[in-house]
């Protein structure tokens, strides 16, 4: 099964999705990364889904998941470089990713996390 | 069609006086006063074209009444071509069809001479077969130009509305969008993909969308607005909608729909106050 | 007309099989000439559908057409399994709804992102979801 690769900067990780997830790679990724946070105690998770062609209910789904999971870990989610057809779609598609955080690309991400206090609890989503 | 009436026409098609029947068929189209063509070297060889697919037709046993079978599909592509061409330079449908019709008094003329002294009926079948085929070919032509002139109009309609949605950008970081007219759906449509692709490319955290030029908001508008503005959120982008009348407040209040969180402006110029404050710029006026 | 329209069909037995829809249909889009947003929208909604016949229909198959209507052209897609189906449409057509199978969002957000949703299914009787965009 193919596993995303999590990479990691200090107190927080780094996972860039490229490939045309499969579900079953997606739930692999939500594990990884449970684990991983827990692992490491990170305070910051960073999502890049600029190369995310199509993202579907399952899919955001499970961004919504890791970013509450996250949170009762004790770290900030962003996701970051959603495509424009993309933002679309998901809005007709009703899906709302409520506390989900987002921002345009990596290098806003990462300051978005950087600000992010300790007992914050992620503002949710429109 | 019997096989003889088949081979007379094979045989007039392909023989000799070829050149004569393209000849008179220019002729013919001069006379007919149709709009001068582009060059007559080309509308004579898209004539000798058409000819030919359509002797290679015949003599392959196609028949005239059956237009539509694959044995005249070279025959249909010759035609789609020249009425392609004709829709784009502006031709009327009837020059374009006419330019197929003209054919017939030439091959008319060709069978009168071929049958001269045989049994009338035969002349009467073979003026028939050759009418029905060059019918054919003028409705299929008529048909393609058709449909080329709603290809043309239709892109010729998309530019236009992308002409009417242009994206600014205000500052570094701010980009605004002015709205016009009521927002029916394929120009939101547009101005939604437009400004998410600008708001991508510049990096721009803040979109101020200016409704000014948008003369009535009711619910349908309503929803258009509150989604773009939620795809530029998903994508991590913050909206202020500015250029909102007193009536439209009222009728907004009165609607009871709710705006969401989303800062709304009477003027651009408060809500460019607000976004360069918000995008972390402040101003000093030195004094002069 | 001349020209049979390209039609096909693939099957939906496996996970693995939601991508290979999600690929097809991009490519079927991208040569229609489908504007970008157009074919997101057509590959959402067919990984949805999709995912739907391979997960809670027990596998089944998507068939497409490409569709023509003077100078324009469409796709239609139907996804069809003789799983359980639905037993009351109009709840499984509302936001949100989710029954024990977790159909959740998946058929009403699709219905949005086509011009035309049609829908045939009964309790015990599988179902059928055929869509259709526009370019």
């Known amino acids: 099964m193919e596993r995303i690769p999590i990479l990691r900067m200090g107190k927080c990780l780094l996972v860039t999705i490229q490939v045309d997830m499969e579900d079953r790679t997606a739930l692999g990724l939500q594990d990884d990364l449970s684990s991983k946070i827990a692992a490491t105690g990170a305070t910051g998770v960073l999502i890049d889904i600029s190369a995310l062609e199509i993202v579907d209910s399952f899919i955001g789904r499970m961004l919504a998941s890791i970013s509450a999971i996250a949170r009762v870990l004790g770290a900030t989610t962003v996701v970051v470089g959603m495509q424009p057809a993309v933002a679309i779609t998901l809005v007709e598609l009703g899906l709302a990713l409520e506390g989900v955080r987002t921002a345009l690309n990596v290098e806003r991400g990462i300051a978005m996390l950087a600000s992010a206090t300790e007992d914050d609890r992620g503002q949710p989503h429109a | ?288 | 007309m001349a020209n049979p329209t390209p039609s096909g069909s693939m099957p939906l037995r496996e996970e693995r099989d939601i991508v290979l829809s999600r690929q097809v249909v991009r490519k079927l889009t991208q040569e229609l000439n489908f504007s970008l947003v157009d074919q997101t929208k057509m590959v959402t909604a067919a990984s949805e559908l999709s995912r739907n016949t391979v997960v809670y229909g027990r596998g089944g198959e998507m068939r497409w057409e490409v569709l023509e209507n003077g100078p324009k052209k469409g796709l239609r897609l139907s996804f069809e399994d003789s799983g359980p189906g639905i037993a009351d449409v109009n709840l499984a057509l509302t936001d949100g709804w989710t029954s024990g199978s977790g159909m959740g969002m998946g058929l009403s957000g699709s219905k949005r992102l086509v011009n035309e949703f049609d829908i045939r299914t009964a309790e015990g009787a599988g179902t059928c979801v055929t869509i259709a965009r526009w370019r």
Not at chain 2, 29 to 53: C, F, I, N
Request: glycine share 6%.
């Open chain 2, 1 to 288: 069609m019997s096989q003889s009436a088949a081979d007379s026409l094979t045989q007039m098609l392909e023989s000799v006086d070829r050149d004569e029947i393209l000849r008179e068929w220019m002729e013919q189209l001069a006379e007919s006063g149709s709009k001068p063509q582009p060059s007559t070297s080309a509308a004579r060889a898209e004539a000798s074209d058409l000819l030919t697919a359509v002797t290679t037709a015949v003599r392959s046993g196609a028949e005239p009444g059956q237009f539509e079978l694959p044995m005249w599909s070279a025959t249909r592509e010759i035609l789609e071509t020249i009425s392609n061409s004709r829709a784009a330079q502006g031709a009327s449908a009837a020059e374009t069809s006419g330019f197929v019709l003209a054919l017939k008094k030439p091959l008319f003329g060709q069978a009168q001479k071929r049958l001269k002294g045989v049994e009338p009926s035969r002349l009467v079948e073979m003026i028939w077969l050759v009418s029905t085929l060059v019918d054919k070919m003028a409705q299929w032509t008529s048909t393609t130009y058709q449909r080329s002139r709603e290809a043309i109009i239709g892109r010729q309609q998309e530019e236009l509305l992308e002409l009417s949605t242009p994206v600014i950008k205000l500052w570094e970081g701010i980009l605004a969008v002015p709205m016009i007219g009521t927002l029916d759906s394929s120009r939101t449509q547009l101005v939604m993909e437009s400004l998410l692709q600008k708001i991508v490319e510049t990096g721009s955290e803040l979109a101020i969308i200016d409704i000014t030029g948008v003369p009535t908001v009711d619910t349908l508008v309503a929803q258009h607005l509150l989604k773009t503005v939620a795809a530029i959120r998903l994508m991590g982008a913050d909206c202020i909608v500015s250029g909102v009348r007193p009536q439209i407040a009222q009728t907004i209040v009165q609607l009871g729909i709710d705006l969401q969180g989303i800062v709304t402006k009477a003027t651009l110029a408060d809500a460019l106050s607000l976004a360069l404050k918000k995008v972390g710029y402040t101003f000093t006026r030195s004094k002069s």
